[in-house]
């Protein structure tokens, strides 16, 4: 079952990332990274919906809701266990849902393939089992534990897929790789993608789209070199951090560059500073989608920049490039009308809608 349509369903981390609200990270990257890219996050999508108290079923499980399983008898009369060959770490109870209410104060009902599922909600990664990582959802405040391994001894006896972070799947290599278009994520090997029209509608400065897949922010010791590390992104990515990243947490895997000619037109080769004590560039960097309205940077002829934001003068400090032509040849028009499909159609970050991407986790 893939990710994508398993969870209902997310570039960069503007997915509502998990732990924003948590204690600040040591600043790992003093450049003015936001004043020169716009900055992704990720997230998940997951359409909004009214919710109605209900009589929550009492756990009577012989394991409690959300705990490891193989087989459904582990978790009791009228529960499910998400098993790891659906790409659940260590496999989850929980039981059918159609609204929140009915998962308790401790879950929310999330789209898994036909129906829904009641999933884990979640502050930080810390809230979450081992192989799980604390997502931000698209338009919800809610955050929840999704499917992030990190080692195939999380899915054993099955393997971790190292770019869509399930379990039992294996890499689908018809699909793009990191820093390829797209416009659903299911375009993309990681099943993320962050779209040129995101689910709200709005552009997002990635002109095209682009795909990337999640990461685990080594430690603070090993940023201090002349590259920005891989970390456990695929070859040809690396793993960025920023100043709310603690190590441990999740991050993006961008597509490594060392000059804007390796990135496409409307991206920029980003060299961040190695630490806030060093603001020694990294030799090698990152594609990113480029703020128009910072020094020199300027769309290519087929778009245009779009003021986002202004400092109390009035003065534009902030832009994204949009097409002249939305519906002029790489289906922009089409990304925003099934901007509401999640990973299995446009994953923001949470897992699996396209529009969803997973939220990294801010405070580890």
Request: hydrophobic fraction near 30%; include cysteine; glycine fraction near 10%.
């Amino acid at each position: 079952m893939k990710f994508a349509a398993r969870w209902g369903m997310v570039f960069g981390l503007s997915v509502a990332s998990c732990g924003d609200s948590g204690a600040p990270a040591p600043a790992p990257d003093a450049s003015p990274v936001d004043a020169q890219v716009v900055v992704d996050t990720p997230v998940v999508t997951d359409t909004a919906r009214p919710d109605t108290a209900v009589d929550v079923p009492a756990d009577t499980g012989p394991r409690p809701i959300f705990s490891p399983c193989t087989s459904r008898a582990q978790c009791g009369t009228g529960r499910l266990c998400s098993t790891i060959t659906e790409g659940y770490p260590g496999g989850s109870c929980t039981r059918a849902c159609t609204m929140d209410a009915e998962c308790g104060d401790e879950g929310l009902c999330w789209p898994v393939g036909s129906g829904r599922r009641c999933i884990p909600r979640c502050q930080t990664s810390d809230d979450c089992r081992e192989g799980y990582a604390c997502l931000g959802i698209s338009g919800r405040e809610d955050s929840a534990c999704f499917p992030h391994c990190t080692a195939d001894a999380q899915c054993a006896p099955m393997a971790c897929n190292q770019w869509s972070r399930e379990c039992g799947r294996p890499v689908d290599t018809t699909r793009a790789e990191n820093g390829a278009p797209c416009n659903t994520a299911l375009e993309c090997r990681s099943e993320r993608c962050t779209r040129e029209v995101n689910s709200e509608g709005n552009p997002t400065g990635s002109l095209g789209g682009i795909c990337y897949s999640l990461c685990t922010v080594l430690e603070n010791s090993e940023y201090v070199g002349a590259n920005i590390p891989r970390a456990n992104c695929p070859m040809g990515s690396v793993c960025p951090r920023d100043s709310s990243t603690m190590p441990g947490g999740v991050g993006l895997c961008r597509v490594e560059c060392t000059t804007n000619d390796n990135c496409r037109p409307g991206f920029i080769c980003v060299h961040p500073a190695r630490s806030a004590g060093d603001p020694t560039p990294y030799v090698n960097g990152y594609c990113a989608a480029m703020n128009c309205r910072y020094m020199t940077q300027t769309c290519p002829a087929f778009a245009t920049c779009t003021t986002t934001r202004t400092d109390d003068a009035g003065v534009a400090t902030s832009g994204v490039c949009v097409r002249n032509d939305p519906d002029g040849g790489d289906g922009a028009s089409d990304a925003a009308v099934d901007a509401t499909s999640d990973r299995g159609a446009d994953a923001t970050d949470a897992p699996a809608s396209d529009a969803a991407v997973a939220a990294p986790d801010a405070a580890g």
